[in-house]
């Protein structure tokens, strides 16, 4: 059975920083894409980021790109999250999920098949 485990969330004032960590379990983490989502009260969730399986690819969406940063540690089963200049639009509960194959295939959730349980970022104005 896949886990994958969020933290690193919190409440941090607009401008900060925070970083978001993912562990999974129970798959071979390194074969496969890993995305970040997020999910505000009241929204749909929506793509934050994606990275490929060798790191060799990264994708974000367009509001994040130049302040957020995804990568991955293959030997530690770990994706990160660095994310820099937070505004209070940034405040949702953010997900990793595991992609179907080793490269990148969509922004749709529907092309992830795990999903951690969330971890909750508030930025504050």
């Known amino acids: 059975q896949v886990q994958l485990v969020e933290s690193g969330g919190g409440l941090v004032q607009a401008g900060g920083s925070l970083r978001l960590s993912c562990a999974a379990s129970g798959r071979t983490f390194s074969s496969y894409a890993m995305g970040w989502f997020r999910q505000a009260r009241g929204a749909e969730r929506e793509f934050v980021a994606a990275i490929s399986w060798n790191s060799g690819n990264t994708y974000y969406k367009d509001s994040v790109k130049g302040r957020f940063t995804i990568s991955r540690d293959n030997a530690k089963n770990t994706v990160y999250l660095q994310m820099n200049s937070l505004k209070p639009e940034d405040t949702a509960v953010y997900y990793c999920?595991?992609?179907?194959?080793?490269?990148?295939?969509?922004?749709?959730?529907?092309?992830?098949?795990?999903w951690g349980q969330g971890t909750q970022v508030t930025v504050s104005s």
């Open positions: 999920a595991t992609g179907r194959y080793r490269y990148y295939t969509g922004r749709n959730p529907g092309e992830y098949d795990y």
